[in-house]
């Protein structure tokens, strides 16, 4: 579960954030947002200033937040108040391919035609 949070973290472009829950749901797991944190906290080299709360807010607090806003603005990242312009910035993860739900026949179906 780690390392399919840690690597969907890793896909979230300079320029761009995604929230805990929407890593979370990109990484399989919907509903896992604290595991998203988890990770945060215990992961290295990872672009932690990039993952947000829903709306735009960014949920550290004291010098951590104020870290965490600088690193967005020299990223690029504008803002609305305090919160993240999620409309320009917001990165959506492509939706995973449907499987097909069309049914093939069998070889034993098809022989007792013949």
């Known amino acids: 579960m780690r390392e ?9 472009p300079r320029g761009y954030v995604s929230t805990y829950g929407a890593i979370a749901k990109a ?7 604290r595991q998203v944190v988890r990770a945060l906290h215990t992961g290295i080299d990872l672009p932690w200033q990039r ?3 829903a709306g735009g807010h960014i949920k550290l607090r004291g010098h951590h ?8 603005e020299m990223e690029g990242v504008t803002f609305r108040g305090r919160r993240v312009n999620m409309r320009l910035h917001e990165f959506h993860f492509p ?3 449907k499987k097909s739900t ?13």
């Open 95 to 97: 939706r995973p391919a």
């Open 27 to 33: 990484a399989g797991y919907p509903g896992a947002a």
């Open 4 to 12: 399919q949070i840690i690597a969907t973290i890793r896909r979230v």
């Open 65 to 72: 937040a104020m870290d965490q806003r600088l690193r967005l």
């Open 102 to 114: 069309r049914k093939t026949k069998s070889k034993s179906s098809r022989s007792k035609r013949n």
């Open 51 to 53: 993952i947000v709360g």
